[in-house]
């Protein structure tokens, strides 16, 4: 939550305000049928095979790089060197030479399987899903945007949702519950690297059925069908809560 006093309520949903969560926030939660909303801003392709069908798996993190700290990096090392082979591709318009270098610095004796993408105009960043075969995302602060965009493009995500944790660390569980993907919301770092080497090894049939489809059921959410009437329902609900207290206090 904002912390502030002066600050009545805020948009929430079941996800990532529970009731352990809603215990230590100042405001009041006011419950959408999901924490966000998501349109498109371009046409976008049908999703392709998943590649680890052919070759070896890719990872993508494609959030900005702000993200991504040395728990995130511990932790995605574990994964690639559970999966021989495989490779993770960074994209985002903020990867400086100076975050490059920590980065290749976490994956030291593995930075051939460390890759870069370019930085791109909206529609290709988009494309470049074509060559994920699953992303990681990372914590405490987790996806947003970026999760819905992967998930248009057919492309899941491994998140850490730990109890206890604070709102930023549920929004890609909220995002996941509402498709129907639950089984890639993990509670421990362990979990979570389980989940992805098993998602693009012995249970590659049930991640290509995903890449299928992810978009659809995106597009069938509530994420997409209903969510700006979700939202101006509560401002109106809100508005009225406000009126009738205020004639309260004058009666």
Not at 170 to 183: D, Q, R
Not at 186 to 214: F, G, H, K, P
Request: aromatic residues 8%.
């Amino acid at each position: 939550g904002t912390g502030s006093p002066i600050i009545d309520v805020i948009f929430g949903d079941r996800i990532v305000a529970p009731p352990s969560v809603q215990a230590d926030l100042v405001e009041r939660v006011y419950h959408l049928p999901c924490l966000l909303g998501y349109a498109p801003r371009d046409i976008i392709e049908d999703s392709t095979p998943l590649p680890c069908l052919e070759q070896p798996p890719t990872f993508g993190v494609f959030q900005r790089a702000v993200k991504v700290n040395d728990d995130t990096l511990r932790v995605w090392r574990r994964v690639l060197e559970a999966v021989p082979d495989s490779r993770i591709i960074f994209k985002g318009g903020d990867y400086t030479s100076a975050r490059r270098m920590k980065i290749a610095k976490a994956f030291a004796g593995l930075e051939a399987r460390v890759e870069f993408g370019p930085a791109t105009v909206h529609s290709a960043h988009l494309n470049y899903y074509q060559q994920i075969d699953l992303s990681l995302d990372p914590w405490p602060q987790t996806g947003g945007i970026s999760s819905m965009e992967s998930l248009s493009m057919g492309v899941p995500m491994v998140t850490l949702a730990r109890p206890g944790g604070r709102m930023i660390e549920y929004t890609s569980a909220s995002i996941l519950t509402n498709v129907g993907f639950t089984e890639c919301i993990t509670t421990n770092e362990d979990d979570y690297v389980a989940t992805a080497v098993r998602l693009v090894t012995t249970d590659r049939a049930r991640l290509a059925e995903m890449r299928a489809s992810a978009a659809q059921r995106l597009n069938d959410s509530p994420i997409r069908v209903g969510y700006t009437a979700a939202v101006e329902k509560a401002y109106r609900d809100l508005w009225q809560e406000w009126c009738a207290e205020q004639a309260r206090k004058v009666a």
